[in-house]
């Protein structure tokens, strides 16, 4: 009797997957073994990629070396009143030297995999036209160097850098043109670096660029178009996506994998029940509906094109055949969850409006809500019947004030880790089939319209000296990747 109660308890604290190698040894009062046994539940699958992530502007700087062109984040940052302080990504990290020093960093923490991204203004200059041998060299220096590190590259084509040649020309992302450039650009990078890079990301975050850049104006290139030629907008970058895969598919080397890397409005059931759940997946689909669920689906939802009416993107079928590529994996960059209830509206749910004491971390829109790592990978793989996921970003920006000793001891990055991870693991336990984790960022870098004010790097860098030095989350994330476990 007593024996059942402890063993209840025990399920309760542990968690289920901890149950039956765990009781054994509390049976027999052997509480060492018992709570290894309740760390082996929070194990990842055996080969999970642990990984990290950055991107071309927010780290490369060396804006103007070997034949490298303008891109729209160039112009913008130096635009003034664009960027917090008119921070520039001129300098940034200085990665574009000193890459060898990161990939030791990467080395050191003891990742698998490494998710850069790929200056599309170093390879075509112009953003078509001609290719510059020389900006594409520094991809295979830094491939080079990751291979002989033991450290798997995953390049994504597309981080917002776009060639300012193609915004002057047509209107950047607004225009056909521009898909197709990409399209080019993508299959041209396959061609070269498919004998090393096995997996490729088209476009990093619609949610984030065409939104921000294109609607909203905070982010390059600034402006705020009105909705029908902002939802053109919307549709010639899906196409551009779709047009990568194709060419990528039609360049690479056999065996290459083909993704996106996008941050997906993450829908959680408010309360964890039949009904709310089942909202939380409808939702997914309907606020997707503009990039993740036509890429999946190749259609609209009738909701969507009821909601943009006169607005609506004019496309053809065989544009959507273009955008619903197959592909091999989808990776979703994670950072806030938005809840979501049932309710008896006609699409049968609602998004939950966050409190204003709701909390969050550094950035204030980064809200905290660890079981978006376990809802937004299920929900995609249950709608789409996806059979490979990534996490291609998820992290958090803190403070990060050195201590007297000069470290950085930034426990609430490593509580928003921990608790994240958690949730990821527990996914995992329910056979959502997440094959990876890209914590986001290996350093702190440009963070975009912030500047250099809000970091969310495992390393902090002293930008006055290029100094990088590992925050106390690194050896939190050392540790996990060394156990395959939350540490
Ligand atoms: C990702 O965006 C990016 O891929 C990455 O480059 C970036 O460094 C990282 O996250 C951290 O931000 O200014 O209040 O209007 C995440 C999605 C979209 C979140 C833009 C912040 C701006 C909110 N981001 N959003 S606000």
Redesign the pocket.
């Known amino acids: 009797m007593d024996h059942d109660i402890s063993r209840r308890n025990f399920a309760r604290i542990a968690g289920l997957g901890a149950l039956s190698a765990a009781l054994p040894a509390v049976a027999a009062g052997k509480p060492e073994e018992a709570s290894a046994a309740a760390a082996r539940a929070r194990t990842f699958p055996r080969g999970f990629l642990w990984g990290t992530a950055t991107?071309s502007y927010?780290v490369e700087g060396a804006v103007n070396e070997d034949g490298r062109g303008p891109s729209i984040w160039d112009t913008f940052s130096h635009t003034p009143g664009k960027t917090v302080n008119g921070a520039t990504g001129d300098v940034a990290d200085d990665h574009y030297h000193r890459y060898k020093q990161d990939v030791q960093l990467m080395k050191a923490l003891g990742v698998k995999a490494y998710r850069f991204s790929i200056a599309w203004p170093r390879v075509f200059p112009q953003g078509s036209g001609s290719p510059n041998p020389k900006g594409l060299d520094f991809y295979n220096r830094l491939v080079d160097e990751l291979l002989a590190n033991g450290i798997a590259p995953f390049a994504t084509l597309y981080?917002?850098d776009l060639p300012q040649a193609l915004q002057d020309n047509g209107g950047g992302w607004e225009s056909r043109d521009t898909a197709e450039a990409f399209g080019r650009y993508a299959g041209y990078v396959a061609q070269h670096l498919s004998d090393r890079v096995k997996h490729f990301f088209t476009i990093?975050?619609f949610?984030?660029f065409v939104?921000?850049g294109y609607r909203?104006g905070?982010?390059a290139p600034g402006l705020q178009l009105p909705p029908g030629r902002f939802n053109q907008t919307r549709h010639h970058a899906v196409l551009g996506h779709g047009l990568a895969v194709q060419a990528i598919r039609a360049n690479a080397k056999p065996g290459t994998k083909v993704g996106l890397?996008e941050?997906m409005t993450i829908c959680c059931p408010v309360i964890e029940d039949d009904a709310n759940i089942r909202a939380a997946e409808r939702a997914t689909r309907e606020m997707n509906a503009q990039y993740m669920t036509v890429i999946q689906e190749g259609r609209y939802t009738d909701a969507y094109l009821a909601r943009t009416v006169a607005d609506s993107p004019k496309f053809t079928p065989a544009d959507l055949k273009v955008i619903s590529s197959p592909l091999d994996f989808v990776g979703i960059?994670i950072?806030?969850p938005t809840w979501i209830r049932a309710d008896d509206s006609p699409l049968g749910f609602t998004p939950v409006p966050n409190p204003s004491s709701y909390p969050h971390m550094a950035?204030?829109?980064?809200t905290i809500g660890p079981e978006a790592l376990y809802w937004g990978p299920r929900n995609v793989a249950k709608l789409w019947k996806v059979k490979e996921i990534y996490i291609t970003?998820n992290?958090c920006?803190s403070s990060d004030v050195p201590a007297a000793d000069g470290k950085v001891y930034d426990t609430d990055r490593i509580m928003y880790l921990r608790n994240y991870l958690t949730q990821l693991q527990r996914a995992t336990t329910d056979a959502v089939p997440v094959k990876g984790y890209f914590c986001?960022?290996l350093m702190d870098?440009f963070?975009?319209?912030?500047g250099y004010t809000?970091r969310?790097g495992l390393h902090y860098v002293d930008y006055a000296t290029q100094t990088r030095t590992p925050k106390l989350s690194a050896s939190f994330y050392r540790e996990t990747i060394r156990r395959n476990a939350v540490a």
Do not use: R
Request: hydrophobic share 40%; charged share 15%; aromatic share 18%.
């Open positions: 991107a927010q981080h917002w990093n975050e949610g984030a939104e921000l909203i905070i982010h890397a941050n960059n950072y806030t950035s204030s829109w980064l970003e992290g920006s986001w960022s870098n963070e975009w319209a912030d809000n969310f």
